[in-house]
């Protein structure tokens, strides 16, 4: 009887629990936007686009939807419950802004997307002045032979190059609160016959964005960071020798009332072209010269904007009273000593040692 | 005719093979009973014609000459010993002594269900006696002590506690005694029934014992200070208690270097976890948390479940049901007729069912990993745990996820570490005791 | 030797692992709101205030013997007996309350949005309860086998979210004004110290040594730093302020590419679930033991059912995460006196039950 009533109560509990699968959603009978579009709209506040890949037996097509409201949240809904099975943005991997918002500024974008707890933060944030539809349908075409083209463009490991400046989600959002650190978010445009074109890149301070600066100098800012693999091609009054490797010493201190950021980069490089007739010192000394011109006017630019995209307000933290951080960007940076020394050293010639 | 012949010949209608013959002993006719299905009747009769009685001799002759003991016709279970009875029909007194037996054994054979290459061959087999000298010719130590016990309740089954008493955790010999003197009144048939001596939860999941019947392994037990119970017609023996290792380690594992060793056990362990965590995780995976999944994957996931009409959770389950079936038909079949079934069950239903669009191909790929996993540890009767936990896994990921996935193998580790036989843990890696100690 | 080695471990283990779980759950957004900056000042001042409440614990059960607060207090009389314990009780139901229902919260944020929170709460209820009737030794078991399983998850999720960190972001370190010490906001983030009650009930159940006691209060005083700095090193320190979870969305930023995980937050909620279900298994046991000890008609089996049940209508009565917050730091001084009371009651029944020891000894 115990025993009986035992099961009974058993096959109870299992009764009661069976329905209780709130979550099955197979993940086939969901969508997975990969890109999601911020614009604004003609009618509603924003415009907003989501691409969308859709397996189609072995193969995936790309799918884009647009939907104006008034808050992002609104429209994503309204695309959602188009669309005959249910979003998961989980798989976010660029957010693009368009330049107006940008420029506008994306605080409340950001904070919605952090808030939402549905993206993911280490989706990758760009801004494009183009027509949004029209981006993505050009990039919808990439992703339908390579469902993971979009996510190569950016990673290290397959097709990002070192000029390309990353701007996470997360990283954008403590930039945007942060008092001593801007991010650049990168400007990307359709190429012509490949998938993404890297323009250049938006400058920002805190949530808006104040100009742009060209490939070259995102170069400049991605070394400034030491984020670095691989090489790329500089030319010298013809010679051109490849970056294989950088080393960037900071130190920052106050010097009569102003900040000063001393600044010595150790770059290595390998000769690959040598038309000129120079020889190595001559091209070392030239290089190095050259960039630390380069980095005098990048850092020109980025004062007068203000914006602090090279983080240096970071080697402050600890030189400033707390209650003085907050004044960094507007009172101090403008005011930044810069002494720039770049030191180059070609490491390698190639197989031959002249021309 | 006396009685004694009467109460014999009365049951004799019930027991066909009990047989009652008149034989003339020295001076005197005798009946002699006994169980021909026991008994070798013939050598039993030569045995008695041959032990140098006289034609004179009279019954306390023939009494002393034959080893007999005094009989009752109540005592009829000597009979099942194998005894034959000499009754003196006349004066209606007996005596029983021990007949010719009859083989009902087979020869010592070589391992069915733990063969493990380059190791001995030498297996238990049912006799109790057989399986003690096994054990004493494995180790031939002076410190084997075997006690034994009877279980007498409708049947009668003799069983010995063997240990080496220099090796042995007292605790846990003494727990053990008790257990078995308490339960000399019982009937002995079974696993169960051992597990109700012990005081055991039957609705337990994992057993007390350990069974092997590799000698070996039974002796490196009891070097660990565990006891041996072994049970009269029972081809193995059952190591008390059961211990996490015995899941994971082997006593063959340690013909290996060290290193070896360990990795072939993490192996194992490795395997339980698959074959526990697999199929739970897959249906977290791609019905409830997807976003866990990379891009790419969960990509390749959905467009091989396109027009799959169930959903995942009860795809798997419906799959391991079949598996389980698959399995459970092939382990009684003749080997040239399982191999067919497996082949059918396998290959015909498992490429049918994925063409037909019943189930992803995905699935089976877990599924068989799972399954093949289930069976990369030891051994065998270890893995039905295994296989039921795995489809309470199941069914807590196709509700919570990975959550829920997660959960319950916080449950399985609690109930690993609850167990406690003998006052010695299931995990008793865990615990400040060493056994024996 | 393994077991040997379990012998002296099992105490601190079983101390780190509570502490994972209250340290891993809400104790870096606590500590964040503490401070303006240089958080590492209450942090040390948090370790320093845990140092001594734990010596003079330990000091006073060594001398005790194996006991536990039941054992000693009950001599006491009803009253004082009644006094000590009852408030004990209720702290100690606290923390499971708290724990399962910030678990709950963070699983409906994280994996499970559609589920209801009754339906987590209760099977996370059920899990406690059984874990909570395997028997004191089992408990430790479990503790042991989840900690050696889940901590190095731990140490991997944290290791993996070290690339996104700048370390310049956790500047400015020193903090001159102090200011955690007004308004008892450093008694808010004292929560964290709570496992070290729990050593009371440990006696009659393994060896508990003072000096792998203090080694473990080594590595968890690291823990106390890098979770709160993490966070600020990722983020920065005015967007870290801004989040209720902020261990759980650093490890959100993480992207590594050779699992086939995407999320490195699911290791962290892994980990974190065998943290929180091993404190509060052991407060559960250990609640329901010490009311048995006092009431000892009631069967302990059913005084667990009864607290479990308890601490599934208490955490469901919470209606929103910012009443959480509330709760958390309304229990402050209530949690403040336990704190000080029970070390030093402690102390002082450990020195009276020696020296009777002693004079017993003496006498014979």
């Given amino acids: 009887m115990m025993r009986l009533s035992r099961t009974l109560l058993l096959l109870f509990a299992c009764v009661i629990i069976l329905p209780g699968c709130w979550n099955i959603k197979d993940v086939n009978h969901r969508v997975l936007p990969i890109v999601m579009g911020i614009s604004y709209g003609k009618v509603k506040k924003y415009r907003i686009h989501v691409q969308i890949p859709l397996p189609v037996s072995r193969k995936l097509i790309s799918k884009v939807y647009y939907r104006e409201a008034d808050t992002i949240s609104k429209a994503l809904n309204e695309i959602d419950s188009d669309i005959e099975a249910g979003i998961d943005f989980m798989h976010l991997q660029l957010v693009l802004f368009d330049r107006k918002v940008a420029e506008e500024g994306i605080r409340e974008e950001m904070a919605y997307m952090i808030r939402s707890q549905h993206m993911p933060t280490k989706a990758l944030v760009a801004i494009t002045s183009e027509d949004m539809e029209q981006i993505l349908e050009h990039t919808g075409e990439s992703i339908q032979t390579d469902g993971s083209a979009l996510l190569d463009f950016f990673n290290k490991n397959a097709g990002w190059s070192p000029e390309i400046n990353l701007a996470y989600l997360w990283e954008t959002f403590g930039a945007i609160h942060s008092d001593t650190q801007d991010i650049t978010i990168p400007i990307l445009h359709s190429g012509k016959t490949t998938m993404l074109e890297f323009l250049g890149s938006g400058v920002m301070s805190k949530e808006r964005m104040m100009g742009d600066i060209t490939r070259e100098q995102s170069l400049l800012v991605n070394l400034f960071y030491e984020l670095f693999q691989g090489s790329v091609v500089q030319v010298i009054r013809q010679a051109s020798v490849a970056i294989v490797d950088c080393d960037n010493h900071i130190r920052t201190f106050w010097r009569d009332q102003r900040p000063v950021l001393r600044m010595h980069m150790d770059i290595s490089l390998h000769l690959i072209e040598n038309n000129g007739g120079l020889n190595e010192q001559q091209i070392e000394a030239a290089f190095s010269e050259d960039m630390a011109k380069k980095y005098k006017q990048l850092f020109k630019q980025l004062q007068s904007y203000p914006s602090d995209a090279l983080g240096t307000g970071d080697h402050f933290r600890n030189k400033l009273a707390f209650d003085k951080l907050k004044l960094w960007r507007e009172t101090y940076y403008p005011q930044l000593v810069t002494e720039i020394a770049v030191s180059s050293r070609i490491t390698n010639t190639g197989d031959i040692s002249g021309n | 005719m006396g009685t004694y012949v009467d109460t014999i010949k009365s049951k004799c209608r019930t027991q066909h093979d009990l047989k009652i013959e008149q034989l003339r002993v020295g001076s005197i006719t005798m009946w002699m009973v006994g169980y021909e299905s026991i008994v070798n009747w013939e050598e039993t009769i030569a045995y008695i014609s041959n032990c140098g009685l006289t034609t004179e001799a009279a019954y306390e002759d023939i009494y002393v000459h034959l080893l007999g003991q005094e009989w009752v016709p109540e005592a009829l279970d000597v009979l099942l010993q194998g005894k034959v009875v000499l009754i003196d029909s006349d004066a209606d007194r007996a005596f029983s002594f021990q007949g010719k037996p009859k083989t009902l054994e087979r020869a010592i054979d070589k391992a069915e269900n733990e063969t493990m290459p380059f190791s001995s061959a030498l297996v238990f087999m049912e006799p109790l006696t057989t399986n003690i000298g096994i054990l004493r010719k494995t180790i031939h130590s002076p410190y084997l002590e075997v006690e034994g016990y009877q279980f007498k309740g409708i049947g009668t089954r003799e069983a010995s506690l063997v240990y080496l008493s220099e090796c042995v955790d007292k605790d846990l010999l003494e727990a053990v005694r008790h257990a078995l003197k308490k339960a000399a009144g019982q009937d002995l048939r079974n696993g169960q029934d051992l597990i109700r001596f012990f005081g055991y939860n039957r609705y337990h999941l994992v057993s007390p014992y350990h069974k092997t019947e590799i000698p070996g392994q039974a002796v490196a037990s009891m070097m660990n200070g565990r006891v041996v119970l072994l049970i009269d017609g029972e081809p193995t023996a059952y190591v008390l208690p059961l211990l996490f290792s015995d899941f994971i380690a082997l006593d063959w594992d340690r013909q290996l270097p060290l290193f070896v060793m360990t990795a072939l056990r993490s192996l194992r362990l490795l395997s339980i976890l698959i074959a526990l965590m697999t199929p739970g995780l897959y249906v977290a995976l791609v019905s409830v948390n997807p976003e866990t999944l990379r891009i790419e994957l969960a990509l390749s996931i959905a467009s091989s479940r396109i027009g799959i009409p169930l959903p995942t959770f009860l795809e798997m389950l419906l799959l391991l049901i079949i598996s389980e079936i698959i399995i459970e038909a092939t382990q009684r079949l003749p080997k040239s007729i399982a191999a067919a079934n497996t082949l059918i069950g396998g290959i015909v239903l498992g490429q049918a069912i994925v063409d037909a669009k019943l189930v992803s191909s995905l699935v089976i790929i877990v599924l068989a990993s799972s399954i093949t996993a289930n069976f990369a540890f030891p051994h065998y009767l270890n893995t039905l745990v295994v296989r039921i936990l795995r489809t309470g896994i199941i069914l807590l990921s196709g509700i919570f996820g990975i959550f829920g996935l997660f959960a319950s193998f916080i449950g399985v580790c609690y109930y690993a570490c609850s167990l406690q036989r003998f006052g010695v843990p299931f995990m008793n890696v865990l615990s400040p005791k060493k056994l024996g100690q | ?364």
Avoid at chain 3, 90 to 115: N, T
Avoid at chain 3, 140 to 151: D, G, K, P, Y
Avoid at chain 3, 211 to 224: E, F, K, M, Q
Avoid at chain 3, 240 to 249: E, Q, S, V, W
Wanted: proline fraction near 5%; aromatic fraction near 14%; charge should be positive.
């Fill in chain 3, 1 to 364: 030797m393994i077991n040997r080695w379990v012998a002296v471990m099992t105490a601190p283990i079983f101390f780190i692992a509570a502490h994972c779980s209250i340290l891993f759950a809400a104790y870096s957004r606590s500590m964040l709101h503490a401070t303006e900056y240089g958080h590492w000042e209450p942090v040390f001042f948090n370790i320093l205030i845990e140092l001594a409440l734990l010596l003079l614990l330990l000091l006073g059960l060594r001398k005790a013997g194996s006991k536990d607060y039941a054992d000693l207090f009950l001599p006491l009389g009803k009253w004082i007996s009644t006094a000590l314990l009852v408030p004990l009780v209720a702290f100690l139901m606290l923390i499971p309350v708290l724990a399962i229902r910030f678990f709950a919260e963070l699983m409906i944020i994280v994996f499970i949005a559609s589920s209801p929170i009754h339906a987590i709460l209760a099977f996370l209820c059920l899990l406690m309860l059984y874990g909570a009737s395997i028997g004191p030794q089992g408990i430790m078991r479990a503790s042991t086998l989840l900690t050696l399983i889940n901590f190095p998850i731990l140490l991997f999720a944290i290791g993996a979210c070290i690339p996104n960190a700048t370390f310049v972001k956790v500047f400015p370190l020193v903090n001159a004004s102090m200011d955690f010490l007004a308004e008892g906001k450093l008694f808010i983030t004292l929560f964290s110290i709570c496992p070290f009650l729990l050593l009371g009930m440990l006696p009659p159940i393994c060896k508990v040594k003072i000096l792998p006691i203090l080694l473990s209060l080594g590595v968890i005083a690291l823990l106390y730093v890098i979770i709160v700095y993490i966070p600020i090193s990722i983020y920065g320190l005015n967007a870290a302020k801004l989040m209720y979870f902020p261990l759980m969305t650093s490890f959100d930023s993480v992207n590594i590419s050779w699992t086939i995980f995407d999320r490195i937050s699911l290791f962290y909620a892994v980990a974190l679930l065998a943290f929180v279900m091993t404190i509060s298994t052991f407060t559960l046991y250990s609640s329901a033991l010490m009311v048995h000890k006092m009431i000892p008609v009631w069967r302990e089996k059913y005084i667990r059912y009864g607290l479990c049940l308890i601490v599934y209508i208490l955490s469901l009565v919470i209606p929103s995460w910012n009443r959480y917050i509330e709760i958390f730091t309304a229990d402050t001084w209530f949690r403040l006196a336990i704190y000080i009371v029970v070390p030093i009651a402690v102390f002082l029944r450990g020195g009276f039950i020696e020296r009777q020891e002693r004079k017993r000894v003496l006498s014979k």
